[in-house]
Every structure is written in C-alpha cells, then in structure tokens.
C-alpha cells in the first residue's frame, strides 16, 4: 500500500495501539519492580523478628563462660519448609562464632556506621545462593563491646510471591488489551461513520449539481473540509457559467460575421468583372478581420473572467505601462490622421497584472480611435493624487450621453449612431479587468469639448513601512525606560 493509499482508519488505529504496545513491557517491568518491594516488606518484618528472637535467647557471658543459644532456639530458627535459615553470632573476644561460621559478615564500613540495637537489612550471596540478611549489633551494658547477630535466608518465598503479584495483574490483561483493542476499533467506526456518510453523498449526487453540500449533520471537524469542498464548487460554476456564456455569445455573434463571409464568397463566385472580384476579396478580407477581432476579444473576456484573481499582482508603473501602449498605437493613429498623446507626470505605483493591464490599455485606445474620425485627437494620460492613480483616455470623437454611458459596459451594447466597427466587447473587458484590480471603471462626455472621456481609478501602491532602527544606546534606553517591578 502506497503512502496516498493509506486509510484513515488505519492510521488513527496504528496511533492509538502503537503507543499501548509500548507502555505495555513498561507496565510489566513496573509491575515486577513493586511486586519485589511488597514481597520483601513481610518477609523482611519476619527476619527483623528472628533477629530479636536471638538476641532475647540469648545466654551473654558471666566471667569466662561463652556466649551460648539454646538447641530449642537453634532449631526453631531454622524451621522453614522452602527456604534455607543460616545465622551468625559472633561475640567479642569469642574465637569461635555461634551457627553458620563461613556467613558472609558485615563490612568494616557498614559495621561502623550501624547503631547498637538497630536491625538493618541488606543483600548478599552465600553457597551459590542469593540471601536477604538482617543483623544488627547488641551491647551488654551500655558503651561496651558489641556483640553481632546475623540471621540470613534464601529469596524462595519472595521469589514465589512476587511472581503471583506479577502473575495476578498481568495475565488479566491479557484479556483486558485485546478487549481494549476491540473496543477501539468498534469506536472507531462509529466515529468515522460520518465520512463514509458524506463519501456516499457526494457519490450519490448527479454529476451536473454544483450545488453546496449542508453543513446540518457534518461533525465540527469535517465542516472545514466541507465548507472547502463548497468553495470549489462555487468556482466551477462561476467558470462552467463563464463557459457556457462564452459559447452562448460565440455562437450568437460569429453567426453575422460568417453569414456575411459566405455571402461575399458567392458573390465573388459568380463575379467575372475583375474590379467587382477584387472588391469582393477586400470585403471578404475586412469580414475576416472583424471575425477574428470578435473572437480574439471572446477570448480575451473568458480568460479574464475565468482567472478569478488567479493570475499573479506586483507592483508596477501604470505610467511607463501606458507609455509602452501608446506607443504601439502610433502606427494606427497615424493611419486616421489621429493625433494620439500620452500625458503623466512621474511615476504611478499600483499593484497589478501587467498582461491584464495591457489589455484594458488596447481596448481603451482602440475603442477611443474607432469612434474618433479623421483629423481628432486621443490623449492617454496617467494622475497619481497619492492615494488614487487615475488612467484617463480623453477623445474628441462622436462622444456620448449620460444615458448611454450606463449601458456600454454591457455585453455587446454599440452606440446606434456611430460609425465604429467594434463588437461591444471592448469596455466589457475594461470593467472585469477592472473589478480585478479593485479599481472603478466609468465613462462619461468630454467635459471641455465634443467627445468622450474614460477613466479607471486604480488604489495607490505604497511600499511597506521598513523596521524601525535600533537605538544606538541601549544603555540610554534602558535607563529612559526601567523595566516593571525595578
């Protein structure tokens, strides 16, 4: 299985059981490390005990007599059915030591530092065998020499307890884990249902419907991802109604231009004056060039629709933009016998698309000469006023009302008493490049002559604010501004 294959399931699964599988071995050496400590406690109160016992049974000298333990005590000592009693009671003075002689002793550390009458414990080995010991020191009068005692037993006893202590907490959960996992899984599925519960309504729903998905009976933690889902579908029906407009009016306005171009072409069929056939060809030839204006600006109308924001915005120079525009427009103007200036008096920073730009540029212009005859005049001009870059295309062509200043923003909309050969695309273009750039589209009649003026409004870029600089001494600030509490 693949990384992008993996399930959800399973993952969350491997999470919740993997860190179990590994706390368990800690839970087991826990568990036998504690199971020890209680094991020892009783059994070591019991050596502790026979440590007294001896010292209580016991015959301290008088004169030259021995230390001496009764036979009864001896062997009520070493009654134990599992595990073996070995002690040691080694006097001062005394050359032979009563019991276990070869007992391992006290160390000369250990045996400073133990108190008299005080019964410690410790571990050792003695004939191959570990041993719990427990000795403490006695005196018979206080300040005289002391006597040791030492009683030591095998660990059997503890060994056997400790692993039924193990034995009484492990081996339930031998049956609690695998109960532990079931229930995981069996949470688990009920907590995922709601997934499968939205896969199986997106999977149900008819392949046309972009409609939104209800949030009602999403769980909080999905509602993101659905409310992300919803987004997306959003945008494709902003870009499938974007299509289906784009082939309604591709359909609708290529329809005249072709018609036209099939009548020209039999006209020139049946033509046999070679001044008419030529005529026909130029007039087929300007019809090609309108149909491929139109679809060229169709074109232009999707893609700047469809980006939706998509194509990347910088900082640029509206003003030089514009100078590189006019300058491509010369060579047409000239052709009218137009008078076409460029007009800006510095630099005017926006945030923008230079392509989408420069299309709103060319339609400006191009609509601007269409409608302007022979002999005017178009001027493109840039103002910056600080907080707003004006882009102004100022004509003094056949000019316009108020009226229709409304409505040449909408699609295919041409002034009826014009002589332009445009399509009505041109300013169309203009205001969704311009609602792109959050700028404001408008056109209006020239307010000093004849003709028509149109404007964008474009926000100003400003650079962003540098850092404010360290002081130079630390120490003055410091002192300006002494810290809380000092």
């Keep these: 299985m693949t990384e992008t294959e993996r399930s959800l399931f399973g993952e969350i699964l491997d999470w919740m059981l993997a860190p179990l599988l590994f706390v368990w071995p800690l839970s087991i050496a826990f568990t036998h490390y504690f199971a020890n400590n209680v094991a020892n406690y009783p059994y070591d109160q019991a050596l502790r005990e026979r440590v007294t016992a001896l010292s209580r049974q016991l015959d301290w000298p008088s004169g030259k007599k021995p230390l001496r333990l009764p036979a009864s005590a001896q062997a009520m000592l070493r009654s134990d059915e599992l595990d073996n009693v070995y002690f040691l009671i080694q006097g001062p003075g005394q050359a032979r030591p009563l019991g276990d002689g070869d007992l391992p002793g006290v160390a000369a550390t250990l045996a400073a530092e133990a108190p008299t009458g005080e019964i410690l414990l410790r571990d050792d080995e003695y004939k191959g065998q ?3 010991v427990a000795y403490a020191f006695y005196s018979q009068h206080a300040g005289g020499e002391r ?7 095998t660990t059997e006893k503890r060994a056997q307890l400790a692993n039924r202590i193990v034995a009484s907490v492990i081996l339930p959960q031998f049956v609690i884990i695998p109960l532990a996992v079931l229930l995981v899984w069996f949470g688990l599925s009920r907590g995922l249902r709601p997934l499968h519960r939205l896969r199986h309504t997106i999977e149900k729903r008819d392949p046309a419907d972009l409609s939104p998905i209800a949030t009602r009976r999403v769980p909080e933690e999905l509602e993101p991802l659905v409310e992300a889902f919803n987004a997306m579908l959003l945008r494709m029906q902003n870009n499938f ?10 359909a609708h306005q290529l329809r005249t231009p072709l018609t036209g171009l099939k009548t020209q072409a039999q006209l020139a069929s049946r033509e046999n004056d070679p001044a008419a056939l030529r005529h026909a060809l130029r007039q087929i030839a300007t019809g090609v060039d309108r149909a491929g204006r139109l679809v060229n600006q169709l074109l232009t109308l999707a893609r700047t629709e469809a980006s939706d924001n998509s194509l990347p915005h910088a900082p640029l120079d509206l003003a030089l933009l514009a100078r ?21 008096p510095g630099q005017a920073m926006i945030n923008g698309n230079a392509f989408l730009l420069q299309e709103l540029l060319n339609n400006l212009i191009d609509n601007a000469l269409s409608y302007t005859p022979n002999g005017g005049r178009v001027t493109c001009r840039v103002l910056d006023t600080g907080n707003t870059v004006f882009l102004e295309v100022e004509d003094n062509g056949v000019g316009i009302t108020p009226e229709q200043a409304k409505l040449v923003f909408e699609r295919f909309y041409r002034v009826d008493d014009t002589a332009g050969e445009g399509s009505g695309l041109g300013l169309p273009i203009v205001q969704e490049i311009a609602s792109q750039h959050r700028a404001r589209a408008s056109l209006q009649p020239n307010p000093h002559e004849r003709g028509t003026l149109a404007r964008v409004a474009f926000p100003t870029w400003h650079p962003p604010l540098p850092p404010p600089a360290p002081p130079d001494d630390y120490a003055e600030l410091y002192r300006q501004s002494p810290p809380v509490g000092s």
Aim: hydrophobic share 50%; net charge negative; proline share 0%.
């Design 324 to 344: 590189q525009v006019v300058e491509e427009w010369v060579m047409r103007a000239l052709q009218k016998n137009i008078d076409l200036g460029y007009e800006a």
């Design 147 to 153: 006597t040791l005692i030492q009683v030591a037993e």
């Design 241 to 250: 109604a974007v299509q289906q407009r784009f082939v309604a009016d591709a």
């Design 130 to 132: 570990d041993i719990r």
